[in-house]
């Protein structure tokens, strides 16, 4: 798989100069509701200029895998979408599907492949509760583990087995690394209780992390807090997530539907407040990945 790159992010690579790649879940109907979903869209890409790094967003427009969007295509990624995970990506390019949006798994895999090694997202994919019965992993963690890309999160939200997702973390070796926090986050919140093995202080040593990384395959996980100001209500959202994952069951909801139905219920519940919140973490990372980028260009 080869993606096509737009003519900006094209000249950025053979420049050398820094680019940080984005998904494209987040800012369709699968992720953000409409205006908001906007809203995300500019001010990441905006935090991403001004940290001296080229936005590539990465999607696929008429079967094409993309990476690097023009402000035209940008419109396209904002309404309705079929969600692209790493595996469906061969599946939406053979079928030409007009806009496949891509998760964490797949965008990490079309960075790779263009040759970015910075990654900025919302929040990852990760095991599920439950998932001793039910198998559910997100592909995200494997695709995290296989390609050499620092991917950018928020952690993930409590509705997944956190202390799981961390173990699994640990059996496929990717380092997972706390932003100047020692808690592993939980989207919403700074912390889920949950230490992170390491810390780091500066954006030069995650670019040494994943210059020193054993495998040439392996990709690093930063996780990055919620803004202090911008942060939930753990004990308030506990109950959201709970009553989230109980209308799944009921609804019988399986497979890739999972994460966009809990998503979904929570958005409904928590109304205006969780969207804010989302809109402040999302443009936080892409500021520290630009700073990652950097640090890795400049190195
Ligand atoms: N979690 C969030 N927001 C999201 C997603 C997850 O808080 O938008 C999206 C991302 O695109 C992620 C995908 O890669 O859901 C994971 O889906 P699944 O659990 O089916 O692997
Ligand atoms: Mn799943």
Redesign the pocket.
């Known amino acids: 798989m080869k993606p096509v790159l737009s003519a900006e992010v094209a000249a950025a690579i053979a420049d050398g100069r820094p680019v940080v790649a984005m998904?494209s879940?987040?800012y369709s109907h699968l992720?953000l509701p409409s205006p908001a979903n906007r809203e995300a869209l500019d001010r990441c890409s905006a935090a991403i200029r001004d940290g001296g790094c080229v936005p590539a967003v990465t999607a696929i427009l008429d079967g094409v895998v993309r990476l690097g969007l023009t402000d035209a295509e940008h419109e396209r990624i904002l309404g309705p979408a079929r969600k692209v995970?790493e595996r469906d990506i061969a599946v939406a390019v053979a079928q030409k599907w007009d806009f496949g949006a891509t998760?964490?798994?797949a965008a990490v895999s079309i960075a790779a492949a263009g040759g970015v090694s910075v990654f900025a997202t919302?929040?990852?994919?990760g095991v599920h509760r439950g998932a001793e019965l039910t198998g559910d992993i997100?592909?995200?963690l494997d695709a995290i583990a296989s390609y050499p890309v620092v991917t950018v999160s928020a952690g993930a939200?409590a509705f997944l087995d956190l202390p799981r997702t961390l173990e699994y973390f640990e059996t496929i070796g990717v380092p997972v690394l706390g932003w100047k926090h020692e808690w592993f986050p939980a989207?919403y919140t700074r912390s889920s209780g949950l230490k992170v093995p390491h810390q780091v202080q500066a954006a030069s040593e995650v670019a040494d992390i994943l210059l020193h990384r054993s495998r040439a395959k392996t990709g690093v996980l930063l996780t990055v807090p919620i803004p202090v100001e911008a942060e939930l209500d753990a004990a308030q959202l506990d109950a959201v997530l709970a009553q989230a994952l109980v209308d799944c069951e009921a609804a019988r909801i399986r497979g890739?539907a999972?994460?966009p139905f809990v998503?979904g219920r929570i958005g409904q519940a928590t109304e205006g407040r969780s969207v804010p919140a989302n809109l402040a973490l999302a443009e936080n990372n892409a500021r520290v990945a630009a700073e990652v980028a950097v640090a890795i260009a400049t190195r």
């Open positions: 998904e879940t987040i992720g995970a998760t964490v798994s919302g929040g990852i994919g997100s592909a995200d939200k989207f890739a999972v994460t998503l």
